[in-house]
């Protein structure tokens, strides 16, 4: 998949390319891990209502998920929920989620890095986040 025509121009992938990218997604995956939590608290069988985790700079589009399809893509560092059009070049689609508009892409190369240094998740498992 490509960026749609209303996107490019738009994205975070300037500067330093893929990594720029990928540490804005790294900010929403950390938001949503947040809205996670607190929906944990109020009902862990509702539907998640979460942030698009993609590169556009712009974006604040919302996407849902089950808490298990979350907990499928939180598996791995280097995937993130993103809306189907708003894919970008450095990355690869992994799953389609049905009926959402929604998909799971993976980063690769210099993105892939950032996403997994800078996973929130093994950061609190090793004792150094928050």
């Not at 893929?18 to 996670?36: C, M, P, T, W």
């Amino acid at each position: 998949m490509s960026v749609p025509q209303h996107a490019k121009g738009a994205t975070a992938v300037d500067g330093d390319g893929a990594a720029s990218g990928a540490r804005r997604q790294v900010l929403f995956r950390d938001l949503n891990e947040e809205i996670r939590q607190i929906a944990d608290t109020l009902d862990a069988d509702a539907t998640l209502e979460l942030c698009c985790e993609c590169e556009l700079g712009d974006c604040m589009a919302r996407l849902s998920v089950s808490h298990e399809q979350y907990e499928v893509v939180r598996r791995f560092p280097t995937r993130f929920l993103v809306l189907a059009d708003h894919v970008s070049p450095e990355e690869r689609v992994v799953e389609v989620l049905s009926g959402s508009g929604s998909v799971v892409v993976e980063k690769v190369g210099a993105g892939a890095q950032t996403a997994i240094l800078a996973d929130s998740r093994k950061r609190r498992a090793s004792g150094n986040g928050a």
